[in-house]
């Protein structure tokens, strides 16, 4: 749906985006995440067709951003940071000058109320926008997005500044978007792109550092091999039995959690699954494992050793590896 080819962006001496390659399948939700500066808004711009490119290009849905932008922008919904609305007119004022600036060819009156209702703001569609919620205020602006029924959507911090009842209730409208539209979502909110995304670009000073799931990209960014287990017996004969595994490399003992149940650490050599020896082991010995977790790192792990001075002069071939492996997925 769309594809992003080798795109750079100069201001000046100043390389805000440097060669980025991504490809987006239809139907996905994707989170593009980065510090301030790294080049999100400028990737976002130059999408929606409002800067353009030094380098690179950029089609969606087959049309050429520019050399065909009017047939690129009209499959492109946008809800910039700062929606663009006009609080002295009504929801309905607004809605249906927006579907005249655009130029919508359905049908008027069905299709704004289609949209309303699926963005839940019928019950404020004679009410002035300046006496709106921040929340109804960025569903007015999702529904301007969708007017004209655009296979994209484009949707820039769109949780900012809401209430938590706002942001879950925001961050579920966006996932039942994903299942008609294309997706991205700028972020620096990582619990958000978790809950919502199904796949995240990691960008920092204008290059992609990652592309992945969040979850696929929490375990492959990390070097450890760890289990964390609750299981009920002798703690020392249990914490023996765990070292004598093949491929565990350490066992830490954090002592009895509950009644005669204790928690240990076991960490494995690079590649070792631990999970199905230690489940023999337990049966064996009549251990019950009451948890077992896998301790990747989190998100928020993997975002702060991507874009940390100290992982970019120590670590970057991690980044491409990953990057090669997933691009264009
Ligand atoms: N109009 C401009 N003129 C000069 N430099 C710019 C301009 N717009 C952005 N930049 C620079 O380009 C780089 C990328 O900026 P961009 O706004 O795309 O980052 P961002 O990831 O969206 O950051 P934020 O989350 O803070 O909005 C930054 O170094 C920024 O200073």
């Given at each position: 749906?769309?594809?992003?080819?080798?795109?750079?962006?100069?201001?000046?001496?100043?390389?805000?985006?440097?060669?980025?390659?991504?490809?987006?399948?239809?139907?996905?939700?994707?989170?593009?995440?980065?510090?301030?500066?790294?080049?999100?808004?400028?990737?976002?711009?130059?999408?929606?067709g409002?800067?353009?490119?030094?380098?690179?290009?950029?089609?969606v849905?087959?049309f050429?951003t520019?050399e065909n932008p009017l047939e690129a922008k009209k499959r492109i919904?946008?809800?910039?940071?700062?929606?663009?609305?006009?609080?002295?007119?009504?929801?309905?004022?607004?809605?249906?000058?927006?579907?005249?600036?655009k130029k919508?060819?359905?049908?008027?009156?069905?299709?704004?109320?289609?949209?309303?209702?699926?963005?839940?703001?019928?019950?404020?569609?004679?009410?002035?926008?300046?006496?709106?919620?921040?929340?109804?205020?960025?569903?007015?602006?999702?529904?301007?997005?969708?007017?004209?029924?655009?296979?994209?959507?484009?949707?820039?911090?769109?949780?900012?500044?809401?209430?938590?009842?706002?942001?879950?209730?925001?961050?579920?409208?966006?996932?039942?978007?994903?299942?008609?539209?294309?997706?991205?979502?700028?972020?620096?909110?990582?619990?958000?792109?978790?809950?919502?995304?199904?796949?995240?670009?990691?960008?920092?000073?204008?290059?992609?550092?990652?592309?992945?799931?969040?979850?696929?990209?929490?375990?492959?960014?990390?070097?450890?091999?760890?289990?964390?287990?609750?299981?009920?017996?002798?703690?020392?004969?249990?914490?023996?039995?765990?070292?004598?595994?093949?491929?565990?490399?350490?066992?830490?003992?954090?002592?009895?959690?509950?009644?005669?149940?204790?928690?240990?650490?076991?960490?494995?050599?690079?590649?070792?699954?631990?999970?199905?020896?230690?489940?023999?082991?337990?049966?064996?010995?009549?251990?019950?494992?009451?948890?077992?977790?896998?301790?990747?790192?989190?998100?928020?792990?993997?975002?702060?050793?991507?874009?940390?001075?100290?992982?970019?002069?120590?670590?970057?071939?991690?980044?491409?590896?990953?990057?090669?492996?997933?691009?264009?997925?």
């Amino acid at each position: 749906m769309i594809e992003v080819k080798n795109l750079t962006k100069r201001y000046g001496s100043n390389l805000a985006l440097n060669h980025i390659h991504f490809s987006l399948e239809e139907g996905t939700i994707l989170g593009f995440l980065g510090p301030n500066g790294a080049g999100k808004s400028t990737t976002m711009n130059i999408i929606t067709g409002y800067l353009s490119p030094t380098e690179g290009s950029i089609t969606v849905d087959g049309f050429d951003t520019l050399e065909n932008p009017l047939e690129a922008k009209k499959r492109i919904g946008y809800l910039p940071e700062i929606p663009p609305l006009y609080t002295d007119m009504t929801v309905k004022e607004y809605l249906n000058f927006m579907y005249d600036l655009k130029k919508v060819k359905l049908p008027r009156k069905e299709h704004i109320a289609e949209i309303c209702s699926l963005v839940k703001i019928d019950d404020v569609y004679g009410r002035l926008i300046a006496n709106l919620s921040k929340g109804y205020r960025q569903r007015v602006g999702i529904a301007q997005a969708l007017l004209g029924n655009p296979p994209v959507l484009i949707l820039d911090e769109p949780t900012v500044g809401l209430d938590p009842k706002q942001i879950i209730e925001i961050r579920n409208l966006i996932k039942s978007l994903g299942r008609k539209h294309t997706v991205i979502l700028s972020s620096h909110i990582l619990s958000e792109v978790q809950a919502v995304c199904e796949r995240v670009i990691v960008i920092n000073r204008g290059s992609i550092v990652a592309d992945g799931t969040p979850d696929s990209l929490a375990h492959s960014l990390s070097n450890e091999n760890r289990l964390l287990l609750r299981m009920e017996g002798e703690e020392k004969a249990i914490k023996q039995g765990l070292h004598s595994l093949r491929g565990v490399k350490e066992v830490d003992a954090y002592g009895e959690k509950e009644p005669g149940v204790y928690e240990f650490s076991v960490e494995g050599n690079e590649g070792t699954d631990l999970r199905r020896p230690v489940f023999a082991l337990a049966a064996q010995n009549h251990w019950p494992i009451l948890s077992m977790k896998n301790t990747d790192l989190t998100l928020e792990d993997v975002f702060l050793r991507l874009t940390s001075d100290l992982y970019d002069h120590q670590e970057t071939a991690q980044p491409s590896e990953i990057l090669d492996g997933k691009e264009g997925a």
